[in-house]
């Protein structure tokens, strides 16, 4: 494959968007359209992050954007009903399910609580303008990041969730992103989602693809949390092995807030998370998980922040890799406490193990604090399994391949256990060892017509 | 508990290296240029190759931009504004082992014995002051057995062809912005060689004396542990108390052999500067060592008081198999202090190991940040390291941050990394209240059994020195 410098993929993208600037604004709120330049003209200044910058230390975002992807401005016709197509619901998971082809919204199931708005990004800004309004790249806008700039310039796809006060969904939204097409193409989504004051859901997102194209999913999300609101968001990540995924996810959590957040990356050949976490109200607290499982020639990058503002907040990270084939892993962690922060509490964990001997892991758990009244702490391994777990298991007969199933199993299991809808617990279980074992991670009548891996 | 008073009572405690020794100095003038490198060489009366060395290192440097990656504030250094060679005048000749009573003085000010008979302790001393090596005791009494201690300069007029096959094979004059630069202009420093199989009977110690001023300090030292030897090294240092700042840009390279081992001990007391944070050196130094035989050794201990700003990241590079390198360091930070240190293995062997044991203690308004590196190459099967690094924060207005990088290639390592953050806890002090234990007193405490760890790892005539230092720096304070 022939080699692009970073700064033809960034003037390429300028120019398409200078070109096609009309279409991309046509049809679209103020409160979008208002974002767009500031955010081209960010990007266009900085370019792509560079190779072995701080925040991209360990990943070459070329990786994402050295292939030609086309762009669609709207919903293609031709795209299959990914409802039909997509038959890998969790079975007796009862859910309100969305589903998303392409970055827009296709269908939906189920009646979903009074007052509780799932929509397009236009049509949410019809529906709650002031909510839209003050909420919409309020979050984005401060973070220096061109791959976000990037996706505020070009954002049309994607959808806006709104809870209203006090409101409890009662069964789980799922959010189900399909990718299909016959060409190679970037998908810009953006999504709003705003829990009110007292509200509680439990959101659920699966990242497919339908093709075995070389798909771009540049994804942001942010969301607000009100005073006292309760989330719970879980994603599965399950890209083909060609596609690259960027999902950031911006998180502003207010007074008394609680986030359960549980990222589970299955396949998806370049994959890098950046999960960033605002702490702006008190005795806020944030729960974060992740697990990746890469192999093959994977790239999978979590980077997550954690911002500390107000005191008595606290957070707690986990975040695990099990490295097969040629697979890279990173993990970059950040916890910043600012001066007045008393009595924070975060703890920071990454622990991994690689199985193969070409696999690579880099790890930055980092902390960053001006205020002493903390108890903050964070650790990071490398290692592979224990050998006297794995001799007492052979030693009874358990098979070598079996035993280093099991512990592989139970070394994920921890991040498995803290999900809260135990159905989808125990998918998640089956999907783990299923990848683990090699099989692919969907369901047995899944459609996608992945190569043999 | 009246914790402002007490934290009130830090600031005021004194530096008592401050003082200014009236020494004349030969000195040339400030500026830095090629013509600058070459009078110094020629004042050093230096071989050609060792002024190409320095000119090729300078040439790059030019070329070189200030890092700025570390967690440090550091105003912007006129280069030009700095004298880059002052020597003491001695009245006396130093070949005959004599040595000037006003430099004497000096350094008995700063209980330096450099009077062979007063000795109390086995422990050989160079002393550098400013640009220039001003004694070296001991000298014959190792040479007996082959030993090699002697102020670089004199390593180059004696021993050419060993400083030549060494200088620059652990960190290259390229390696970063400061070792460029001292590779440019680098003055005096100690250089030691232990032969084959010999274990140095005493412990050798270079001690640092900043005393012109408008100077920088430049020191290189070069140590080479032949094959099954041994040798414990300390170094230590200070300054005069003065309201501008210093720069001080080291290096230090080590080279470990089969089944040799050295260890290497620092106690830096550079002047921090004032409470308000005036004054104060810059310390930008770059430490390596390089276990190149199977089974070599290598082990940092170090304790850091002093400095405005400190940039400084012992490492080692395990290339032996089986080779095996420490790193424990107690860092202090008060005032307006700030420091970015931290330790780098490199693990290239099979069956490497390291340790690193970091504590950081931030009092005032400083910042104290640990910034590490953990790297473990494809080839290098069954590595192994812990890393543990513990910041206690003494007061609202100071800041811990841990950095730590864990790179790993290869699937038999084994690494661990832990950091820990938090005060002095509240329960801690109560315990030691309630059994009649001053708060004062049960910081120091508590600090100390803190500090214990890496404390432990110092010889006794510098941990003794060590503790001391801990408990001027953080006299009272309590979180």
């Known amino acids: 494959m022939e080699k692009v410098s970073s700064t033809a993929i960034k003037n390429k993208l300028t120019a398409l968007y200078r070109q096609y600037s009309d279409s991309i604004a046509a049809g679209m709120p103020a409160a979008i359209n208002r ?120 954002a049309r796809g994607g959808l806006f969730l709104y809870i209203p006060d006090n409101v409890v969904v009662d069964k789980p939204i799922q959010i189900v992103n399909v990718l299909s097409g016959g ?271 | 508990m009246d914790n402002t008073n007490i934290i009130n009572e830090v600031t005021d405690s004194e530096y008592k290296y401050g003082f200014v020794s009236d020494i004349e100095h030969d000195t040339i003038a400030k500026g830095l240029n090629e013509d600058v490198i070459r009078l110094i060489s020629s004042k050093k009366e230096e071989p050609e190759w060792l002024l190409e060395f320095r000119l090729k290192a300078y040439r790059h440097w030019q070329k070189q931009t200030m890092p700025t990656w570390a967690h440090l504030d550091i105003p912007e250094i006129d280069y030009q504004d700095i004298i880059y060679y002052s020597a003491p005048k001695q009245n006396v000749k130093p070949e005959n082992g004599e040595i000037d009573p006003e430099l004497k003085k000096t350094f008995d000010k700063l209980g330096i014995p450099l009077d062979e008979q007063k000795v109390l302790s086995g422990v050989a001393f160079d002393a550098v002051m400013d640009s220039v090596s001003v004694k070296t005791t001991y000298k014959d009494a190792l040479a007996e057995r082959g030993i090699i201690f002697c102020s670089f300069s004199e390593a180059v007029r004696n021993h050419p062809d060993l400083v030549r096959q060494y200088l620059g094979t652990v960190v290259p004059p390229t390696d970063n912005y400061f070792a460029a630069l001292n590779s440019a202009v680098f003055s005096d420093g100690s250089f030691c060689y232990i032969p084959k199989g010999v274990r140095c009977p005493m412990e050798l110690s270079t001690y640092f004396r900043i005393n012109a001023a408008k100077t920088g300090q430049f020191e290189r030292t070069l140590i080479v542990c032949d094959d ?131 504590k950081g203690i931030s009092a005032g308004q400083s910042q104290n940040s640990y910034r590490g590196l953990v790297k473990v190459s494809a080839n290098a099967d069954g590595a192994r390291n812990f890393s543990q690094c513990d910041s206690l924060l003494l007061g609202d207005r100071c800041g811990a941050h841990t950095f730590p990088y864990v790179e790993c290639a290869n699937n038999t390592a084994v690494l661990e990394h832990e950091a820990t953050t938090s005060k002095i806890g509240e329960d801690q002090i109560f315990y030691c209240n309630q059994r009649g234990i001053s708060t004062e007193d049960a910081v120091g405490l508590i600090v100390n059994g803190y500090a214990k760890e890496v404390l432990n790892t110092l010889p006794m005539e510098f941990a003794v020195e060590a503790q001391k230092l801990l408990q001027v720096s953080l006299e009272g304070s309590v979180g």
Not at chain 1, 85 to 93: E, N
Not at chain 1, 137 to 143: D, G, H, I, P, Y
Not at chain 1, 308 to 330: I, M, R
Request: aromatic residues 8%; proline residues 3%; negative net charge.
């Open chain 1, 183 to 453: 060409n190679p193409l970037m998908v810009n989504q953006r999504n709003l989602i705003v829990a009110g004051r007292g509200s509680q859901a439990k959101i659920v997102f699966c990242d497919h693809t339908l093709a075995e194209r070389q798909f771009l999913l540049n994804n942001v999300t942010e969301v607000v949390m009100l005073d006292g609101s309760q989330l719970d968001c879980y994603s599965i990540q399950n890209l083909n092995d060609h596609s690259s995924q960027i999902s950031s996810i911006l998180i502003e959590q207010n007074a008394g807030s609680q986030l359960l957040a549980n990222t589970l990356t299955l396949h998806g050949g370049f994959v890098r998370n950046n999960l960033e976490v605002l702490m702006n109200g008190q005795h806020a607290e944030a729960n974060i998980y992740g697990l990746s499982l890469p192999c093959g020639h994977q790239h999978i990058d979590n980077f997550t922040y954690i911002d500390h503002a107000v005191p008595n907040c606290t957070s707690y990270e986990l975040y695990k890799n099990v490295l097969n084939g040629d697979s890279v892993g990173a993990f970059g962690g950040y916890v910043l406490v600012r001066p007045d922060a008393q009595k924070t509490n975060a703890m920071q964990s990454n622990k991994n193990i690689c199985i193969s001997p070409s696999a690579r892991m880099y790890t930055k758990p980092q902390l960053e604090i001006y205020a002493d009244d903390v108890k903050c702490s964070h650790g990071a391994t490398v290692g592979q399994l224990d050998e006297n777990a794995l001799f007492y298991m052979r030693q009874r007969g358990i098979g070598e391949e079996e035993a280093k199933m099991m512990l592989m199993s139970a070394f994920a299991h921890e991040v498995v256990r803290t999900i809260r809808i135990p159905i989808l617990a125990d998918r998640y279980a089956e999907m783990i060892e299923n990848r683990l074992r090699g099989k692919q991670a969907a369901c047995g009548e899944c459609f996608m017509k992945c190569d043999k891996r």
């Open chain 2, 228 to 358: 099954d030897s041994y040798v414990s090294y300390l170094e230590g240092c200070t300054a005069p108390r003065r309201d501008e700042n210093q720069l001080h840009a080291a290096i230090v390279e080590i080279v470990v052999m089969n089944n040799a081992e050295v260890k290497y001990s620092t106690v830096q007391n550079w002047y921090p500067g004032d409470k308000e944070g005036r004054g104060g050196i810059y310390n930008f130094v770059t430490k390596r060592g390089l276990c190149k035989g199977v089974n070599s050794r290598l082990s940092w201990s170090q304790v850091e008081t002093g400095s405005a700003i400190t940039w400084k990241y012992p490492g080692t590079v395990l290339l032996g198999d089986g080779s095996s390198s420490e790193f424990y360091s107690v860092a202090v930070t008060n005032n307006h202090q700030q420091a970015d240190t931290g330790s780098k293995m490199i693990h290239i062997g099979k069956n490497t190991r390291s340790r690193i044991v970091s």
């Open chain 1, 35 to 154: 974002q767009r330049e500031s955010a081209i003209s960010q990007f266009d200044e900085k370019g792509l992050p560079e190779k072995g910058c701080e925040r991209y230390r360990f990943t070459d975002i070329m990786g994402a954007f050295g292939h030609t992807h086309g762009y669609a401005i709207g919903p293609q016709k031709e795209q299959v009903d990914s409802q039909k197509a997509f038959r890998c619901a969790v079975p007796g998971l009862d859910t309100y399910t969305i589903t998303v082809g392409n970055g827009w919204i296709d269908t939906q199931n189920g009646n979903l609580p009074a007052g509780v708005t799932v929509t397009g990004l236009a049509e949410g800004a019809q529906l709650h303008p002031d909510i839209f309004e003050a909420n919409y790249n309020r979050l984005a806008a401060t973070k220096n990041d061109t791959i976000i700039s990037l996706n505020t310039a070009f």
